[in-house]
């Protein structure tokens, strides 16, 4: 026992040292794990996620991710013929707006323009509102937990008007129909504020396309076959 103890105090420097090296790569593993697992749970709370895709375009080996084209009435058509296809939604980013409440003006950011069915297409939690009804009406906007909170105090914001404009779009009064619980940190966009797209021209253009496949489909055989329609379209 005696000889052991001396041999253990005897490297104990060199032990210390082996102890501070593994911690440190247990340290490193921890937090690896930790940034994987966050990475691979993005959008994950959505009840469609394994069924959801934003679409890109690719010229010449460039692929260009997101917003896909000037009018989304341009390409709408071409996804409706795919039976594969269950819903579609078209996302226009509006980016900085002024905001104006009770005279007072403010600058917001990430603004989104959005489909009558946005709160169906993703899982985001409404929290006062009706999903079916909250972008029913042109001018409806929906506000965060937070921001209403922020604008409203303990009033019910719902029914209240707000003015937004912005370099993309015209001014305009908005009245403010839902609001929901502020996204997730695992949601690959954030937004205060959702307004109602009309597709008029007053609204960005470029938006980012989404849809919803149907269960089973073949992405892969799906995504040629959207190609072939986009060329033999750019060939008419």
Same mark, same amino acid.
């Not at 937090?31 to 394994?50: C, I, M, T, W």
């Not at 909170?149 to 019910?156: A, P, V």
């Given at each position: 026992m005696s000889i052991l103890f001396r041999r253990l105090t005897k490297s104990k420097p060199l032990r210390i040292v082996n102890l501070i090296g593994l911690s440190i790569v247990f340290a490193c593993l921890l937090?690896?794990? =930790?940034? +994987?697992?966050? @990475?691979?749970?993005? *959008?994950? #709370?959505?009840?469609?996620?394994?069924r959801m895709y934003r679409l890109t375009l690719q010229y010449n080996d460039e692929k260009i991710d997101g917003r896909i084209w000037n009018y989304f009435d341009y390409f709408d058509p071409i996804i409706k013929q795919i039976p594969e296809i269950e819903d579609i939604l078209a996302l226009g980013? =509006?980016?900085? =707006? +002024? &905001?104006? #409440? $009770? =005279? @007072?003006?403010?600058? +917001?950011? *990430?603004?989104y323009f959005v489909d009558p069915d946005f709160f169906h297409f993703f899982s985001f939690n409404l929290l006062q509102g009706d999903k079916d009804k909250v972008f029913e009406k042109k001018q409806s906007v929906a506000l965060s937990k937070s921001f209403a909170?922020? &604008?409203?105090?303990? %009033?019910?914001p719902i029914g209240k008007e707000i003015q937004l404009s912005g370099r993309k779009f015209s001014e305009s009064a908005l009245n403010v129909t839902g609001v929901f619980q502020d996204? /997730? @940190?695992?949601?690959? #966009?954030?937004? *205060?504020i959702l307004i109602r797209n009309t597709n008029? %021209? *007053?609204?960005?253009?470029? /938006?980012? +396309?989404?849809?919803?496949?149907? %269960? $089973?489909?073949?992405? $892969?055989a799906l995504e040629q076959h959207l190609t072939q329609k986009l060329q033999e379209r750019d060939n008419e």
């Open positions: 937090l690896s794990y =930790g940034y +994987v697992k966050k @990475e691979l749970s993005y *959008d994950r #709370f959505h009840a469609n996620a394994d980013v =509006g980016q900085t =707006g +002024v &905001l104006t #409440f $009770k =005279g @007072e003006q403010q600058v +917001v950011h *990430d603004l909170r922020q &604008l409203f105090g303990t %009033e019910s996204f /997730p @940190e695992t949601s690959h #966009f954030h937004t *205060d008029d %021209e *007053d609204n960005p253009g470029w /938006p980012y +396309v989404y849809i919803l496949l149907k %269960e $089973k489909t073949d992405f $892969k």
